[in-house]
């Protein structure tokens, strides 16, 4: 069911798209409270009518219980003193004038008294449809923390518990989206969405939503809405000031004494949504079955296995909120959204030991997609900028050096260190334990370089030699070209630039077109489809084929760089592209990717999923239409002995032909 509450409040049943039907309502609601208290207060505006209840005392106004028995609690029928008996019943029995009210007593009063008639309303119409979540919308709650509190207490009190109330974060703009959402069906099928062009430091620029590069056929842009609740209250808490609870309420049951954005502290089931703006998700056209394609490596509906990751995941969680705060300037409002963050997944998780399917099917990816949406639910959108940034610059400084190496060598034995240094430069990943531990025994570089030492063949999963064969190396056979290949990126720093960057370097040298495919949002410290543009271009600053093949893959202009020419290297012709995948999760599911994505990868021959979210926690076991090779180093003991029956730190080299 879905109330608008905006002049007055209508309940609509909504059975899915486009089936709905108007089944009740009353004229008492948003306009009621605004006409009323108006006239009663002189207030100008909606919104100073609600700051004004933030500092009432209903009971000088409001007839209690107490009031009618002497103090004393009615404890035969279930009321105690402190229950509403009759909203502005007072103004009955004192000789007073309106002037001699507070009119900040007023507004609450009548904040409470329109609030709870809404959630009784409600919940009454909900009763007789059989239906047990009520959503709301309108311009009336504004995101109103004691608006919300109130009419939850309402549904949650004549319910007895039996149904929900739920709150949409942008409740007030839900007509105009539901008009821009049905334009097809008003003739209008061209609109399509204009995206904002973005300027960084470095002159790159960055096209939300769409594809960097060349045009790819005529695209339409397509976007989705998505509604996500995260519980509030308990240990579940919004960023703001905690206030203690009181007993002042409809019925005898504890009254919220939330105002204004200070939560209450006890029991509640206060439901928020947040709604997302993402590009519509579409089946990664690549998949050989999508039916039959699960994206988790591991089954968390295992004995101790869910205890296990979950107690990774808590152990982690202080330094996660260490790096947030940092990402934040350290001020103290970032330290107090930090420790709601903790407090909020903590109790996520909590939650979903003692009920596993609470959030619907559960796996490791999904785990970890909560936490960074609890991290941008507390306005933390990218805990690791700073690190990330830092470890760009240190590993973009010894590029070229690597890359004057790698030319020094024949084309075989180019193509083994390269697949060695994406493995060894895959070591730097600040969501596993057992690395981070490593970042306190020397610098980027040096780490890299003990890493690079240690790739000795053969690795624990060691299908290099066939994929070196399809590459037309070691048989008869002319060298191979793969027409495009799609690079699945992980972490920024030694990641990115040293492992990946070169390794698509290698595949332009030989005329492969080549896409790097790279997360929507934050995660961790994993690059995004924002970032990477702006490392491409300090990169081909020391490379002629990356500069080449990045102009003609649109990712930079001719003026944008100062290149140090080379007469060996021609500049490439060959497209390097950039193109987000629909996601904000070290992991990804193949199932949901962004659009523009599964339009590059229509005509793609050659897939590489590197790192452990992408090809280990999921998608180790998926099965492709095209040819596959899966890179990771193994950081986490337990995903070794059940993956791969081997250590921490092995490496897996899988590749899969074609089908």
């Known amino acids: 069911m879905i109330c608008t509450l905006i002049f007055l409040l209508i309940l609509d049943l909504v059975d899915g798209d486009g089936n709905f039907q108007r089944v009740s309502g009353t004229n008492v609601g948003g306009g009621t409270y605004w006409g009323l208290g108006r006239l009663l207060t002189k207030c100008k505006s909606f919104d100073e009518l609600l700051e004004l209840s933030q500092r009432g005392d209903n009971s000088s106004v409001d007839m209690l219980v107490g009031d009618i028995y002497g103090g004393l609690d009615y404890s035969k029928i279930g009321l105690s003193a402190s229950t509403i ?22 507004s609450l009063s009548l904040l409470r008294m329109i609030s709870y008639n809404i959630g009784q309303i409600s919940y009454l119409t909900a009763l007789q449809l059989g239906i047990k979540r009520i959503f709301f919308g309108g311009f009336f709650i504004r995101g109103h923390a004691y608006t919300m509190d109130t009419i939850s207490f309402a549904i949650q009190f004549w319910s007895k518990g039996g149904a929900q109330a739920m709150f949409l974060r942008h409740e007030g703009f839900l007509g105009a989206l539901g008009a821009f959402m049905s334009y097809e069906k008003h003739g209008l099928d061209d609109l399509m969405v204009h995206q904002l062009v973005e300027r960084f430091p470095m002159g790159a620029p960055y096209t939300g939503g769409k594809i960097h590069g060349p045009p790819l056929g005529d695209l339409n842009e397509k ?155 507390f306005n933390f959108f990218d805990a690791y900028s700073t690190i990330k940034q830092r470890e760009n610059e240190a590993s973009l400084a010894v590029l070229p050096d690597l890359l004057m190496e790698l030319d020094s060598m024949s084309e075989e034995t180019r193509l083994l260190t390269l697949i060695e240094g994406v493995l060894a430069a895959n070591i730097f990943d600040w969501g596993s334990r057992a690395c981070v531990d490593l970042y306190h025994k020397g610098t980027i570089i040096e780490i890299y370089r003990m890493s690079r030492k240690k790739m000795q063949r053969p690795w624990r999963v060691d299908d290099f030699d066939a994929f070196k064969e399809r590459m037309g190396f070691g048989n008869k056979k002319p060298c191979f070209r793969h027409k495009r290949a799609l690079l699945f990126v992980d972490n920024s720093g030694a990641d990115v630039v040293l492992g990946m960057l070169p390794l698509a370097r290698e595949l332009l040298r030989r005329g492969t077109e080549v896409v790097l495919v790279a997360n929507s949002l934050p995660a961790l410290n994993d690059v995004t489809a924002m970032e990477l543009p702006e490392i491409v271009a300090e990169a081909a600053k020391h490379c002629d084929i990356l500069r080449g093949a990045a102009e003609a893959g649109g990712l930079l202009m001719d003026a944008m760089i100062n290149t140090q020419d080379n007469p060996s290297e021609k500049l490439s012709s060959t497209p390097l592209m950039v193109v987000e995948n629909g996601c904000g999760s070290p992991c990804i599911d193949l199932r949901q990717v962004s659009s523009e994505l599964a339009a590059v990868a229509k005509d793609a021959d050659l897939v590489i999923l590197e790192g452990m979210g992408r090809a280990l926690h999921t998608n180790y076991n998926a099965r492709f239409k095209c040819d596959a090779l899966k890179l990771a180093m193994v950081k986490n003991q337990r995903l070794a002995e059940k993956l791969i029956k081997g250590n921490i730190y092995d490496c897996v080299c899988r590749y899969e032909p074609a089908g």
Do not use: Q
Request: net charge negative; with cysteine.
């Open 85 to 106: 008996a009759s909203s502005f019943g007072k103004a009955i029995s004192e000789n007073k004038e309106i002037e001699d009210y507070r009119p900040e007593d007023i």
């Open 223 to 377: 976007i989705s809405w998505m509604e996500k609740f995260i519980r509030k209250g308990t240990k579940i808490t919004a960023p703001v000031p905690m206030a203690s609870p009181r007993t002042t309420g409809l019925g005898g049951f504890e009254a919220p004494s939330s105002k204004g954005d200070a939560l209450r502290c006890d029991e509640s089931n206060l439901n928020v949504g947040v709604l997302h703006l993402v590009p519509s998700l579409e089946v990664f056209p690549l998949l050989a079955d999508p039916k039959t394609y699960e994206p988790n490596t591991i089954d968390l509906a295992e004995p101790n296995e869910l205890e296990y990751w979950f107690t990774v995941l808590s152990e982690h969680l202080p330094d996660l909120v260490d790096k947030a705060v940092a990402s934040e300037g350290g001020t103290n409002d970032a330290r107090r959204r930090g420790n709601a963050f903790a407090r909020a997944f903590s109790a996520h998780l909590a939650r979903l030991m003692e009920e596993p399917a609470a959030y619907g099917k559960l796996g490791l990816a999904n785990l970890l997609e909560l936490r960074e949406e609890c991290l941008r639910e």
